[in-house]
């Protein structure tokens, strides 16, 4: 590692790079997010808590007990949705502990406490922990890392009980996942009798790295290295145990092990392939481990992959991956609307990537396109009510989409909870003497810069208006930098430090206004972003989006939904000079932007004719746009992201 360190937890870390202001530190007020959280915390816990017990997530802890008929087969393949529950449990006990550290509440402690002793009994003498093999197949434990998620499991674990020891102080779930870690780094690396495997689905790598940051261990971090740099490397280790379970190598259900970004080592890697939240999950890691060991080749290959997957394949929500078939990526430019699958859970893993490469590289480019897929491709996967879900976000649909209250594979509705739970922890970072604001959100926050503690406070309607002002107070006068994100989307920007002006253009560095002063208690930072509607357009080898147009005001992406529009949405067409005007709906769907337009309807034919060589008749009508998140809150419609334009 680096010789020029900061400290974080007691540990040494490269100063080069920022550190995030903890969740526990930063407290969201009014605005958009807010009523996320609090929706979250109020609904889509308890919610989720009550379908876990219906659909006997919680019953498989007791591992001692008979197993009953096995639930959720996956119709010709060798595994089953029960083998991830104990990854959804985990994640319901990540996003409950997020909600406590601001909002206690003891009886959701208490919840969290019965959890955690059931997880301790359950664990085995050895520290494995894993309620399908240990109940159903304990002859088979890491017999399929390929297919059986195994050290998958245990990765949302160990976040967890880092999520639980940071919200609560509390150690009991931490002992168990370091058990069950030393335990795992017995099994595997590159020593005599140890197994040079690695899991079919990245998870614990990044996992890993987080319980070294809080407990200082560098076997976990080498643990996670190893995991990473293993990756693809020949002899394929997903080739030599089908072999010990006399199968054939190439009869895996997915034909190809880019599907888990296995195909060749990481540091080789150079195009986004496979499943997308795979891959997120990996690259979050090999950023974490890039930044650790300072690792430039390791930091290559993730800006390759960066620079292809915003490039060429990344939707205009910020969502990843066209295909069904495997949950990913197909070909460049393939991104189709009404078919697009988009998993939330890869936006967020999308969301996870890209603040990892934002506190390594302190570049705004990443925290663009973090937002993005905040503001659209992840939110779009919760409800307002915080109880009904998306497991795929398409960008256009002919009404039969529809939110959902369970699925067989419930991997999305925690993780967008624990998103929302968190999201304190993505808006302020600190690095040496400078303190940085990647996200635009109100906001109390309580850092450390230069050993001075220092609160700031900040106020803003974004990302309905640009204006934000925030209110610096340290405890005592002290001279930092404070950074201040001018998103890539803002054509112009003013900057007023106690009411005057400041040279924004001066100060800018990658994205960032870098303000350099003494601050001291009262000083008061007004940002304003020019913030007009605009038309987005897509590459014209998208060939779904040739001759249309996206709307887009800041960080959001707006779309028609049949329920405020006057015709269907597949035949409304945006002429090329007519305004875009902005406003707010204070009584529409808990508060929302929109966008309205003078536009034209394309009129169905009279009569049953499919075909004619008379071009159908246009009328005006008028246009309006909601954001993508919003959409599919109200009775199930159509909806279009992508709007012709004539």
């Known amino acids: 590692m680096s010789e020029r360190s900061s400290q974080i937890n007691g540990l040494a870390h490269p100063a080069r790079w920022h550190l995030a202001v903890p969740f526990t530190a930063v407290e969201l007020q009014d605005g958009l997010w807010a009523p996320r959280q609090k929706a979250v915390r109020e609904r889509t816990v308890p919610f989720l808590y009550a379908q876990y017990e219906k659909n006997g997530l919680f019953e498989a802890l007791d591992v001692d007990s008979p197993p009953g008929p096995l639930r959720i087969p996956f119709n010709g393949r060798p595994n089953t949705a029960v083998m991830y529950w104990d990854s959804d449990i985990a994640k319901w006990i990540e996003t409950a502990s997020y909600t406590l550290a601001t909002h206690y509440d003891p009886a959701l402690d208490a919840r969290i406490d019965d959890l955690v002793a059931r997880i301790a009994k359950a664990q085995r003498p050895d520290g494995y922990f894993n309620t399908y093999f240990i109940r159903r197949e304990p002859a088979k434990r890491w017999t399929n890392l390929r297919d059986w998620h195994e050290l998958y499991c245990a990765g949302h674990m160990i976040e967890a009980a880092v999520a639980h020891a940071q919200a609560t102080g509390k150690q009991d779930l931490i002992e168990v996942v370091r058990r069950y870690a030393d335990y795992i780094a017995t099994i595997f690396g590159p020593g005599p009798n140890q197994r040079r495997g690695y899991c079919g689905h990245p998870e614990i790598e990044l996992a890993l790295v987080k319980l070294y940051r809080l407990t200082g261990a560098r076997s976990y971090l080498d643990l996670a290295k190893f995991f990473v740099d293993e990756r693809g490397r020949q002899p394929h280790y997903f080739d030599q145990e089908a072999i010990a379970r006399s199968e054939d190598p190439a009869a895996q259900y997915y034909g190809t092990y880019e599907y888990s970004q296995s195909h060749t080592p990481v540091r080789e890697q150079r195009e986004v392939v496979g499943h997308a939240v795979r891959a997120m999950y990996l690259y979050s890691a090999m950023a974490d481990l890039a930044g650790e060991f300072d690792d430039v080749s390791l930091m290559a290959a993730c800006k390759a992959l960066w620079a292809d997957v915003t490039t060429k394949r990344l939707y205009v929500t910020g969502g990843l991956g066209p295909s069904e078939r495997n949950e990913g990526f197909t070909a460049d430019y393939d991104l189709p609307n009404e078919t697009a699958y988009a998993e939330t859970c890869a936006a967020v893993g999308m969301i996870f990537w890209a603040h990892r490469m934002l506190l390594v590289e302190r570049d705004a480019r990443y925290a663009d396109i973090m937002e993005l ?32 209250t369970w699925h067989r594979c419930p991997c999305c509705p925690p993780n967008i909870g624990r998103l929302v739970a968190s999201l304190g922890q993505y808006v302020y970072s600190t690095g040496p003497d400078e303190a940085a604001v990647h996200l635009y959100i109100a906001s109390n926050a309580r850092l450390s810069v230069g050993g001075v503690n220092v609160s700031l406070q900040q106020k803003t309607q974004y990302p309905w208006k640009g204006e934000i002002e925030i209110l610096v107070e340290p405890e005592k006068t002290v001279e930092f930098a404070l950074r201040l994100r001018v998103p890539a989307w803002c054509r112009s920007a003013s900057l007023a430090i106690n009411g005057t002006k400041f040279d924004i253009e001066a ?12 601050w001291q208690k009262g000083d008061e930072v007004k940002l304003s972003l020019d913030m007009p509607a605009e038309r987005v357009y897509a590459n014209p080898e998208v060939l779904a989006d040739v001759g249309r147009v996206v709307l887009k005001r800041g960080p959001i992406i707006y779309c028609l939904e049949g329920a405020d529009n006057d015709a269907p949405t597949h035949r409304i067409a945006l002429p090329k000079s007519n305004p875009i005007e902005a406003h707010f709906e204070r009584n529409l769907l808990s508060g929302v932007g929109m966008l309205t337009a003078e536009a034209v309807v394309v009129q169905s034919w009279e009569g049953g004719e499919l075909y004619r060589t008379d071009p159908p008749t246009m009328e005006r009508t008028t246009l309006r746009a909601i954001p993508y998140s919003f959409w599919s809150n109200r009775d199930s419609e159509e909806m279009s992201v992508w709007i012709r334009e004539v």
């Open 373 to 404: 897929a905040l503001y659209n491709g992840a939110l779009s996967g919760l409800s307002l009510d915080g109880e009904r879900f998306f497991y795929d976000n398409p960008l256009a649909s002919r009404g039969g989409h529809r939110r959902w």
């Open 507 to 518: 100060t800018m560095d990658r994205g960032y206004a870098h303000i350099k002063r003494r």
